[in-house]
């Protein structure tokens, strides 16, 4: 097995595990946030796929609850400079 295929796996269990969003992983593996995205979302499906399948999971709810973060983070921002 290849380093890439080691770090997919390794990013794939370390979301599974914590539930961290793609941004979160990619700061914890220090790559780039398309990487990640491309390594779960592509890569992962011919490694291993039950593991894929508890990822898709994790990325689709934290895809329907994307917009209520921005709009939590913008409410904070200007509550912050009152």
């Not at 269990?13 to 779960?40: G, I, N, P, W």
């Amino acid at each position: 097995m290849g380093v890439r295929e080691e770090r997919v796996l390794k990013e794939a269990s370390y979301m599974v595990e914590t539930k961290q969003t793609v941004r979160e992983v990619a700061k914890r593996f220090c790559v780039s946030k398309s990487t990640v995205h491309k390594d779960l979302r592509e890569r992962l499906q011919s490694l291993d796929y039950d593991l894929y399948l508890q990822v898709d999971e994790i990325l689709n709810y934290h895809a329907e609850v994307r917009h209520l973060r921005g709009g939590e983070s913008t409410k904070k921002k200007y509550l912050n400079k009152s």
